[in-house]
T-cell receptor, first 112, second 110 residues
Framework: DAKTTQPNSMESNEEEPVHLPCNHS???????IHWYRQLPSQGPEYVIH???SNVNNRMASLAIAEDRKSSTLILHRATLRDAAVYYC?????????????FGKGTKLTVNP | DVKVTQSSRYLVKRTGEKVFLECVQD?????MFWYRQDPGLGLRLIYF???????EKGDIPEGYSVSREKKERFSLILESASTNQTSMYLC?????????FGSGTRLTVV
């Protein structure tokens, strides 16, 4: 599996935007970029995924660099409930049966 | 709302006991997974299954087995529990692209 690199931790203030970076310099042409987050005492939950174009959904936006060697998860207005560990994961093809390999992720702290 | 349900939130078992962790999903997903999560080690894949009666070893299968007799149910079995199997166990299922995880079972082996 291609690897990703994320900062160990980041801090944000409530109601401010948060940009969570992920480097994946060895990404292959068929790798999709997936983001999951894990709230305290819960299992991970799917956030967003994309291949080449930027993606938006109700939870977040995903900005993918033109060369696809990096991406950024954007939370437009952080809330206290967004405090979690965020995982950036590469998966061959869109997913389905492909197993998820989790790295250490970025622990996001949101200050009131 | 789609769901992955793990039968127990907390479990305490004795060393040497046979332990069953149950996971049920209501989304008709083919694929199901068992992970364990430990501080500093992150989530590690134990076993997974692509279909009924099929199973594949993940990264750390030693000391575990699984059973998938029905599509919606995937059981993790600790044949003889040991203290180093004290951990948070997470079950997940997937279809097209997103995984759905259960809330986890925190198992303590004493």
């Amino acid at each position: 599996d291609a690897k990703t690199t994320q900062p160990n931790s980041m801090e944000s203030n409530e109601e401010e935007p948060v940009h969570l970076p992920c480097n994946h310099s060895t990404i292959s042409g068929t790798d999709y970029i997936h983001w999951y987050r894990q709230l305290p005492s819960q299992g991970p939950e799917y956030v967003i995924h994309g291949l080449t174009s930027n993606v938006n959904n109700r939870m977040a936006s995903l900005a993918i660099a033109e060369d696809r060697k990096s991406s950024t998860l954007i939370l437009h207005r952080a809330t206290l409930r967004d405090a979690a560990v965020y995982y950036c994961i590469l998966r061959d093809r869109e997913g389905g049966s492909e197993k998820l390999v989790f790295g250490k992720g970025t622990k996001l702290t949101v200050n009131p | 709302d789609v769901k992955v349900t793990q039968s127990s939130r907390y479990l305490v078992k004795r060393t040497g006991e046979k332990v069953f962790l149950e996971c049920v999903q209501d989304m008709d997903h083919e694929n199901m997974f068992w992970y364990r999560q430990d501080p500093g080690l992150g989530l590690r894949l134990i076993y997974f299954s692509y279909d009924v009666k099929m199973k594949e070893k993940g990264d750390i299968p030693e000391g575990y087995s699984v059973s998938r007799e029905k599509k919606e149910r995937f059981s993790l079995i600790l044949e003889s529990a040991s203290t180093n199997q004290t951990s948070m166990y997470l079950c997940a299922s997937s279809a097209k692209y997103g995984y759905t995880f259960g809330s986890g079972t925190r198992l303590t082996v004493v």
